[in-house]
């Protein structure tokens, strides 16, 4: 018994929503809630679960257009990302409606997170690291015991996320993921925001943006 995640790839822009729970105690969490909250709800229920928590990489119309949507069923608390995001987050009515998502209130979380602060899946800790570049508040999530980061828009599989957003910075990105992320050890299963997962192993050998 361990940890236990599914991934969902939810909205037009596919971006992965991850299941996170602890087999042994039922708790179980949801990580970027960008859209379908009925299917992602679903989806948990017919595994036995009751997520109690939202937690939130950063605050893009596709990993968290849906949590007020979700929150208002099932109410829970919402967890990140850093308070330098909080511009998306007050922007979700625009952005949600300017790409023809269900148009999305704006929100403040239960809880803003920092570098160094952990969250918790039953017996499972992870790390939060602030990651900024894609978005100046991303956040991401390393638990050191199963060798897991759910990495949001930072690192893909061979690529690293877009900087040309408002307040992005690519040089930020490239420093973070080199000075936070590539010193994990390489069996490091990365799960991203879009896309297929990958090893912190790999992208240290084969991706093109981390060489040199």
Same mark, same amino acid.
């Given at each position: 018994m361990a940890l236990q995640f599914q991934i969902m790839p939810v909205t037009p822009f596919r971006q992965n929503c991850t299941l996170l729970w602890d087999d042994n105690s039922g708790e179980a969490i =949801? @990580? #970027?809630v960008g859209g379908d909250s009925g299917f992602l709800w679903q989806e948990a &229920? +017919? /595994?036995g679960l009751s997520p109690q928590a939202v937690w939130l990489t950063h605050g893009h119309l596709d990993h968290a257009g849906g949590v007020v949507a979700l929150t208002q069923e099932h109410p829970m608390p919402v967890l990140g990302p850093h308070p330098d995001d909080e511009f /998306? /987050? &007050?922007a979700l009515p625009q952005t949600t409606a300017e790409f %023809? =998502?269900?148009v999305s209130p704006a929100f403040t979380p239960e809880r803003w997170l920092a570098e160094g602060e952990q969250l918790r899946v039953g017996a499972y800790v992870f790390d939060v690291l602030h990651i900024p %570049?894609? @978005?100046p508040g991303h956040v991401v999530f390393h638990c050191a015991a199963e060798k897991l980061l759910? +990495? %949001?828009d930072v690192l893909f599989y061979e690529t690293i996320g877009r900087t040309d957003f408002p307040r992005g910075n690519h040089q930020d990105l490239i420093d973070n993921i080199r000075n936070k992320l590539l010193v994990l050890p #390489? #069996? @490091?299963r990365v799960i991203p925001g879009h896309g297929r997962m990958t090893t912190i192993g790999h992208e240290r050998v084969y991706n093109p943006f981390l060489q040199g």
């Open positions: =949801f @990580t #970027d &229920q +017919a /595994l /998306l /987050l &007050q %023809g =998502f269900p %570049g894609h @978005t759910i +990495a %949001g #390489d #069996d @490091t």
